[in-house]
């Protein structure tokens, strides 16, 4: 149980363009689901909260004009990159937990190379 | 703020020894702690959760330990595997309350020799 699934896995994309990438919770509801970014050697990085059928939570220094949260349903969420560069380039990680528990589950990550 | 500190270097053990990894926060006294195994190119899998009042907790071959005074928690391995080799992150929940969050150290990475 608890399957988080992150689509699409990798992307390539030119500078300037947007890029949409989906966290769904499988087999569970996800009252809250989070964004994180991690660059190589590092750690994850948070940048967002979402709650279902509310706005996003942004964390201090990350621009949610560029950084769009959707989360539509109690399974899916999703993070646009608008008008992406060059150091968006990272790897994108989405976790959804339930409203009963306090460890996260992780998607599998997308990686995201902007050219 | 709060600081999570875990060791950068690897730690390169034997397979069948028993690894430790440790965690130390600063600055705030956590709810509960947790432990995460992340392999490389993949999103981290929850291992532990271990409670302010719990002193230690178990499973399978996974213990952990956390000590509120000293403000560490120590993550032990035992008759470790090469299966293992992971890094391995500690979380602690965001100080200010109802949106768990999680702030997570830089991890430790584990290299099991066979």
């Known amino acids: 149980g608890a399957v988080v699934s992150q689509h699409p896995s990798r992307v390539i994309c030119k500078s300037g363009t947007s890029v949409k990438i989906e966290c769904r919770s499988l087999?569970?509801?996800?009252?809250?689901m989070f964004w994180y970014r991690q660059f190589p050697k590092q750690s994850l990085m948070l940048m967002a909260t979402?709650?279902?059928?509310?706005?996003?939570?942004?964390e201090q220094g990350v621009e949610k004009d560029k950084f769009l949260i959707n989360h539509a349903s109690l399974t899916l969420s999703t993070l646009t990159v608008t008008s992406a560069h060059p150091e968006d380039s990272s790897f994108y990680i989405c976790?959804?937990?339930?409203?009963?528990?306090?460890?996260?589950?992780f998607g599998p990550g997308t990686r995201l190379t902007v050219t | 703020s709060q600081k999570i500190e875990q060791n950068s270097e690897a730690l390169n053990i034997q397979e069948g020894k028993t690894a430790t990894l440790t965690c130390n926060y600063t600055?705030?006294?956590?709810?509960?702690l947790q432990w995460y195994r992340q392999d490389p190119g993949r999103g981290p899998v929850f291992l532990l959760l271990?409670?302010?009042?719990?002193k230690e907790k178990r499973k399978e071959r996974l213990k952990v330990t956390f000590d509120t005074t000293l403000k560490q928690s120590l993550f032990h391995i035992t008759a470790s595997q090469p299966a293992d080799s992971a890094t391995y992150l500690c979380?602690?929940?965001?100080?200010?309350?109802?949106?768990?969050?999680?702030?997570f150290g830089s991890g430790t990475r584990l290299l099991v020799r066979p």
């Open positions: 979380a602690l929940e965001a100080p200010g309350g109802s949106s768990y969050k999680l702030i």
């Open positions: 600055n705030y006294s956590p709810a509960y």
């Open positions: 976790s959804a937990r339930t409203s009963h528990s306090y460890e996260q589950y």
């Open positions: 979402s709650n279902e059928g509310s706005k996003a939570t942004y």
């Open positions: 271990i409670r302010e009042n719990e």
């Open positions: 087999d569970f509801q996800a009252t809250t």
